[in-house]
């Protein structure tokens, strides 16, 4: 796995740029900020970027009710003078060391988006993204081959700002120095990072989304209600939340876009079709806008 032509990497990563606003961009964010970075967030609309600094701003209050208990105002604030937004993509990578990018989970969505900043983002910068499920080496190849060399995938966890696991994904080409800066950046971030070749889901998603897929199974099957399974795997196998509430936690949608994804792997017999076979239920309540916590309802009603 180690590529023949290193690139040099001489400073620290000092500046980040995150693409996305949604769930997971607001929390790596906002990880970056509380580790000392420079942050820009970036999304397509002013309301998308307003949404991503509400999550921050609820994240920090909770984040700060601890650890600054008498001061939460100036601890907030002191981490959110550490974020700029913006939605000019172009601007948002002029400066920056590492790119994130947790964006819709869209392959040509992705690569359009990687394709654009090529130009775009200073020769030695980092690009990353956050796919749960697609081919970290199909997005890299939207760019040079030079960044496909400082391109890696770099997998958070929901809630980012919980969570401590980092995934970090490398393609054949991602060089040594790029793996051993994102393992540093990681570390300053306060999280573990875990190595894992580019295949379907890598090792968290490769477990947990076949189980999920299959829980909705259960349910169309009529098996047991979403209630009692998630009451069953929370006190029967210890998880911290039932597969349902994970579900509306994660959001319908991007479970749906990983499912799909992956029954074009399975066509390529990269995973098997069983595990991806489509699912009624979830298709349904995509269509009806249920996509979980984030639009207020998905298995559950948020109360
Ligand atoms: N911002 C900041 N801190 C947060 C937070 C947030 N949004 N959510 C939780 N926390 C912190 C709490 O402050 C608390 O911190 P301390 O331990 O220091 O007190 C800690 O996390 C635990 O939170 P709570 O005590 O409030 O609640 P809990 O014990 O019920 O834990 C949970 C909440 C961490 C979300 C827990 O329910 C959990 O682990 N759920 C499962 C989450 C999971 O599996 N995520 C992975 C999803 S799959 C994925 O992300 C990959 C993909 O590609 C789809
Ligand atoms: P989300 O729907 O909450 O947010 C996505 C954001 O991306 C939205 O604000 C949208 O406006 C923005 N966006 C769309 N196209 C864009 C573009 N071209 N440029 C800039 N912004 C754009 O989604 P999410 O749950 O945060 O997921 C984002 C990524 O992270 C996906 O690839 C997903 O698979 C992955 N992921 C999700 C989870 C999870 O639990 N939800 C966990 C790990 C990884």
């Given at each position: 796995h180690l590529s023949t032509t290193p690139s040099a990497r001489e400073g620290k990563i000092e500046r980040l740029t995150v693409f996305g606003a949604g769930l997971m961009g607001a929390g790596i964010a906002q990880v970056g900020a509380q580790s000392g970075l420079k942050v820009v967030l970036s999304d397509v609309t002013d309301k998308a970027l307003e949404n991503g600094l509400n999550i921050i701003q609820k994240s920090l209050a909770r984040v700060a009710k601890k650890k600054s208990p008498d001061d939460i105002e100036g601890f907030t604030s002191k981490i959110l003078k550490n974020i700029e937004t913006t939605t000019d993509a172009g601007k948002a990578v002029e400066q920056s060391d590492l790119v994130i990018e947790a964006i819709i989970e869209s392959i040509k969505v992705k690569r359009d988006l990687f394709g654009f900043l090529d130009s775009k983002a200073k020769s030695d910068c980092i690009f990353a993204t956050n796919t749960s499920s697609l081919s970290v080496t199909e997005i890299a190849e939207s760019c040079s081959k030079e960044r496909q060399e400082k391109f890696a995938g770099l997998h958070f966890f929901n809630p980012v700002p919980a969570m401590k696991l980092v995934e970090i994904i490398r393609t054949s080409q991602t060089s040594t120095s790029t793996y051993e800066a994102l393992k540093e950046v990681t570390l300053r971030m306060n999280k573990s990072p875990v190595t894992c070749n580019d295949?379907?889901?890598?090792?968290v998603n490769r477990l947990l989304v076949p189980y999920l897929l299959e829980s909705i199974r259960m349910v169309e099957r009529g098996d047991a209600t979403p209630e009692d399974i998630d009451t069953a795997m929370e006190l029967?196998?210890?998880?911290?939340?039932g597969p349902f509430k994970l579900l509306d936690f994660v959001g319908l949608d991007t479970t749906s876009y990983i499912s799909q994804g992956w029954r074009d792997k399975a066509e390529a017999g990269q995973i098997s079709k069983e595990l991806v076979q489509p699912i009624e239920l979830l298709d349904k309540l995509v269509k009806e806008g249920k996509l979980g916590r984030k639009s207020g309802e998905g298995f559950y009603k948020v109360s």
């Amino acid at each position: 796995h180690l590529s023949t032509t290193p690139s040099a990497r001489e400073g620290k990563i000092e500046r980040l740029t995150v693409f996305g606003a949604g769930l997971m961009g607001a929390g790596i964010a906002q990880v970056g900020a509380q580790s000392g970075l420079k942050v820009v967030l970036s999304d397509v609309t002013d309301k998308a970027l307003e949404n991503g600094l509400n999550i921050i701003q609820k994240s920090l209050a909770r984040v700060a009710k601890k650890k600054s208990p008498d001061d939460i105002e100036g601890f907030t604030s002191k981490i959110l003078k550490n974020i700029e937004t913006t939605t000019d993509a172009g601007k948002a990578v002029e400066q920056s060391d590492l790119v994130i990018e947790a964006i819709i989970e869209s392959i040509k969505v992705k690569r359009d988006l990687f394709g654009f900043l090529d130009s775009k983002a200073k020769s030695d910068c980092i690009f990353a993204t956050n796919t749960s499920s697609l081919s970290v080496t199909e997005i890299a190849e939207s760019c040079s081959k030079e960044r496909q060399e400082k391109f890696a995938g770099l997998h958070f966890f929901n809630p980012v700002p919980a969570m401590k696991l980092v995934e970090i994904i490398r393609t054949s080409q991602t060089s040594t120095s790029t793996y051993e800066a994102l393992k540093e950046v990681t570390l300053r971030m306060n999280k573990s990072p875990v190595t894992c070749n580019d295949t379907p889901g890598f090792i968290v998603n490769r477990l947990l989304v076949p189980y999920l897929l299959e829980s909705i199974r259960m349910v169309e099957r009529g098996d047991a209600t979403p209630e009692d399974i998630d009451t069953a795997m929370e006190l029967g196998a210890g998880y911290p939340m039932g597969p349902f509430k994970l579900l509306d936690f994660v959001g319908l949608d991007t479970t749906s876009y990983i499912s799909q994804g992956w029954r074009d792997k399975a066509e390529a017999g990269q995973i098997s079709k069983e595990l991806v076979q489509p699912i009624e239920l979830l298709d349904k309540l995509v269509k009806e806008g249920k996509l979980g916590r984030k639009s207020g309802e998905g298995f559950y009603k948020v109360s």
